[in-house]
Nanobody, 126 residues
């Protein structure tokens, strides 16, 4: 069984910082990319930041220069450092793993699939 475990959410004042973590837990062979999405009440889920296996990163325009995504392929982990937080950053933040392959032998794996985490709440308010 494979799951994404997120942590690090909470309540923070405008201008503050938070660091989210996401660990892919299970007998994992590889993951093509890991990303963060967020969803505010009454709005659609939107892309925030992503990192592929080679270390290339991408950001939504609204968070570029404030958020930084980083990761460790060996630990199947990705972090999202969020600085200069604004009230409009409030929402549930979801981790997403693309093309996750599960190991079923020393050198073999099952077909890839996409996996979502359960989400962690971030609230930016004074």
């Amino acid at each position: 069984q494979v799951q994404l475990v997120e942590s690090g959410g909470g309540l923070v004042q405008p201008g503050g910082s938070l660091r989210l973590s996401c660990v892919a837990d299970g007998n994992i062979f590889s993951i093509s990319s890991m990303s963060w999405y967020r969803q505010a009440p009454g709005k659609e889920r939107e892309f925030v930041a992503g990192r592929d296996r080679g270390g290339a990163t991408d950001y939504a325009a609204s968070v570029r220069d404030r958020f930084t995504i980083s990761g460790d392929n060996g630990k199947n982990t990705v972090w999202l450092q969020m600085n200069s937080l604004k009230p409009e950053d409030t929402g549930t933040y979801f981790c997403f793993a693309q093309n996750l392959r599960v190991r079923n032998g020393p050198y073999t794996y099952t077909g890839g699939r996409d996996v979502w985490g359960q989400g962690t709440q971030v609230t930016v308010s004074s």
